[in-house]
Structures are given as structure tokens and as C-alpha cells.
């Protein structure tokens, strides 16, 4: 089985909290509030929120999650303009053509169950799930969201896969692989990658590629907000904490 990227925080956003019974009544905040709050964190601040997601997050300083934020960000753009220039286009569907993805468009996953809003799954295989799409494109009138626009959203999860497609075919020399950890060293050494280093690239190279005002990690509270009011309240607050930014 390939390796298999997802944008998938709705599902991340309830294993947080807890179960839709559990999950306790969070402060509600304005949607347009929201909008303006997440739009003006900067890339350190969801360094912090990505590294809070982050496995092996225990093992790194401050400085240190500061530093690797700082470089996966630094790789996403850089790999954002190198593709737009080696393939003369900055448009996610062209590059998806032309990389020879196959981009599929299913309302939800198969059988159900779970709620996905975006997957790539090695070698060659991107899909947007047009459920999430709907949701939160309806947004767009209550709040004027440019972000949330149907177009602006659809490229954006599109780009975002991309990243994950580019990272595959250059594993030996694209920053969010090369990069690695030692866990331990007897009796032989083991060194893991740091896997959020991959979707805070991935963010970067959606935000260079489309040139966006706002960094795309927004649309992890913004997504999940089309399908669950309170989780993504949630997930705003725990974010707002994190980043002292209420």
C-alpha cells in the first residue's frame, strides 16, 4: 500500500476533543471574528499548532520547532516557484495534468464513515472530496472570505495534494525527507522524519503557488466549522491558547 496524505481535520479536530457526546459546549465566536483572528497568526504561529499535532513533539526546544518551521516553510515556496517555473504555470489543475496526476472528485469517501476533505495516494493519485467543498464554499457569503471562494478552495486543497506528489518523487533531496531525528543510537541508529514538517511545507507551497494573503492552515478550523459549529470552536480556541493570540 502506497503512502497516503490526507487533509483530514475534522477527524482530528473530534479525536482532540472527544466524541460528538462527549465534546464540551466551547465559547461561540463570530464566524467573520474567526476569520479575522485566524487570518492574522503568523507562519510561527502555526508552526506551533502544527508541532502540537507532531508525534516525536517532545523531543524538540521551542527554538528548535522554530527553526524546522522556519525551513519546511523556506522549502515549501522554494518548490512552489521551481515547479511554476519548470512547468510554465502556477494553475493546480494544469500542474496536476502535467504531472501527471489523476484528479478525482467523489461527494464523500467511499462507504462513508469518515469525512475527508482531501487525499493523495502514491504514485499518481490526488482526490478532493466535493462535500467539504459545497460546505464551506457556502461560507463564502456569510463571512466574504476570499479564501473560501469554491474556485480558491477547490485549488487550494488541490495544491496542497500537489506538494504531497512533488514530495514523493523527490525523496532524496526535498527538505521535509532529508530532514530526520535520531530516536536512538544502539544498538544501531534509528532516524525518523518529523511529519509535520511535510504539511507545513505543503501549506507554504499552496500559499506561494496561489499566492494567497492568508496562510491555507486556516481552512483546518474553517472546514471543519461547515460540518460541526462547536468542534471547530473548539479547535479555534485550543489554536487562539496555543498562540496567545485571544
Same mark, same amino acid.
Given at each position: 500500500?502506497?503512502?497516503?496524505?490526507?487533509?483530514?481535520?475534522?477527524?482530528?479536530?473530534?479525536?482532540?476533543?472527544?466524541?460528538?457526546?462527549?465534546?464540551?459546549? =466551547?465559547?461561540?465566536?463570530?464566524?467573520? +471574528?474567526?476569520?479575522?483572528?485566524?487570518?492574522?497568526?503568523?507562519? %510561527?504561529?502555526?508552526?506551533?499548532?502544527?508541532?502540537?499535532?507532531?508525534?516525536?513533539?517532545?523531543?524538540?526546544?521551542? #527554538?528548535?520547532?522554530?527553526?524546522?518551521? !522556519?525551513?519546511?516553510?523556506?522549502?515549501?515556496?522554494?518548490?512552489?516557484?521551481?515547479?511554476?517555473?519548470?512547468?510554465?504555470?502556477?494553475?493546480?489543475?494544469?500542474?496536476?495534468?502535467?504531472?501527471?496526476?489523476?484528479?478525482?472528485?467523489?461527494?464523500?469517501?467511499?462507504?462513508?464513515?469518515?469525512? &475527508?476533505?482531501?487525499?493523495?495516494? #502514491?504514485?499518481?493519485?490526488?482526490?478532493?472530496?466535493?462535500?467539504?467543498?459545497?460546505?464551506?464554499?457556502?461560507?463564502?457569503?456569510?463571512?466574504?472570505?476570499? &479564501? &473560501?471562494?469554491?474556485?480558491?478552495?477547490?485549488?487550494?486543497?488541490?495544491?496542497?495534494?500537489?506538494? !504531497?506528489?512533488? %514530495? #514523493?518523487? !523527490?525523496?532524496? +533531496?526535498? =527538505?521535509?525527507?532529508?530532514?530526520?531525528? %535520531?530516536?536512538?543510537?544502539?544498538?544501531?541508529?534509528?532516524?525518523?522524519?518529523?511529519?509535520?514538517?511535510?504539511?507545513?511545507?505543503?501549506?507554504?507551497?499552496?500559499? %506561494?503557488?496561489?499566492?494567497?494573503?492568508?496562510?491555507?492552515?486556516?481552512?483546518?478550523?474553517?472546514?471543519? =466549522?461547515?460540518?460541526?459549529?462547536?468542534?471547530?470552536?473548539?479547535?479555534?480556541?485550543?489554536?487562539?491558547?496555543?498562540?496567545?493570540?485571544?
Amino acid at each position: 500500500m502506497g503512502r497516503q496524505e490526507k487533509w483530514n481535520r475534522l477527524i482530528d479536530a473530534f479525536s482532540r476533543k472527544g466524541t460528538a457526546f462527549s465534546m464540551p459546549e =466551547y465559547p461561540k465566536v463570530p464566524f467573520p +471574528e474567526m476569520i479575522e483572528k485566524l487570518g492574522a497568526l503568523t507562519e %510561527e504561529d502555526w508552526g506551533k499548532y502544527a508541532f502540537s499535532r507532531e508525534p516525536l513533539e517532545g523531543r524538540f526546544s521551542n #527554538e528548535q520547532k522554530m527553526q524546522y518551521t !522556519h525551513k519546511a516553510n523556506d522549502c515549501g515556496r522554494e518548490w512552489a516557484e521551481k515547479i511554476a517555473r519548470q512547468y510554465g504555470t502556477r494553475n493546480p489543475g494544469e500542474l496536476a495534468e502535467k504531472l501527471g496526476m489523476k484528479v478525482k472528485t467523489p461527494k464523500v469517501p467511499v462507504g462513508g464513515g469518515l469525512v &475527508l476533505f482531501a487525499q493523495f495516494v #502514491e504514485p499518481d493519485e490526488i482526490t478532493i472530496f466535493t462535500d467539504c467543498v459545497d460546505k464551506a464554499s457556502k461560507l463564502e457569503e456569510e463571512c466574504g472570505c476570499d &479564501l &473560501l471562494r469554491r474556485e480558491n478552495l477547490t485549488n487550494t486543497l488541490l495544491a496542497h495534494e500537489l506538494f !504531497h506528489a512533488v %514530495e #514523493e518523487r !523527490h525523496v532524496k +533531496e526535498i =527538505y521535509t525527507r532529508t530532514e530526520r531525528v %535520531e530516536l536512538w543510537r544502539k544498538p544501531f541508529s534509528n532516524k525518523s522524519t518529523i511529519s509535520c514538517l511535510s504539511e507545513i511545507a505543503a501549506m507554504a507551497f499552496a500559499g %506561494e503557488l496561489l499566492d494567497l494573503k492568508v496562510s491555507p492552515y486556516m481552512l483546518d478550523v474553517l472546514l471543519v =466549522y461547515s460540518y460541526d459549529k462547536n468542534a471547530a470552536w473548539g479547535l479555534y480556541d485550543e489554536i487562539m491558547n496555543m498562540t496567545k493570540k485571544q
